[in-house]
């Protein structure tokens, strides 16, 4: 899937989910899990992307791995939560 993104005119592409790493992480095996969704970012990095987004919250451990590749890396908790405490800063006001 191909989208286009608001203003800035990007291309964003889906990736199939990884269900081999949900179920390593569902067998307690955090490491393989991390490893498996690192090996897919630098699959993807080899297609010159510029920012990756793990955007199911099981998968934002994986962060600091893929973070290696040298990528920007997004993660759903990282920016929902930012989002939110813009919110409240915006009411603080």
């Known amino acids: 899937m191909k989208t286009r993104i608001g203003l800035v005119h990007a291309t964003m592409n889906s990736v199939s989910p990884m269900v081999e790493a949900f179920h390593a992480l569902q067998n307690g095996d955090t490491d393989k899990h ?7 970012a630098q699959k993807l990095a080899g297609n010159h992307v510029d920012v990756l987004v793990l955007a199911q919250i099981s998968m934002a451990r994986a962060r600091f791995a893929v ?22 800063r915006k009411r603080k006001r």
């Open 67 to 88: 973070e290696e590749l040298g990528i920007p890396v997004l993660t759903s908790p990282q920016t929902s939560t930012g989002s939110i405490m813009d919110q409240i």
């Open 34 to 40: 991390n490893q498996l969704i690192k090996e897919r």
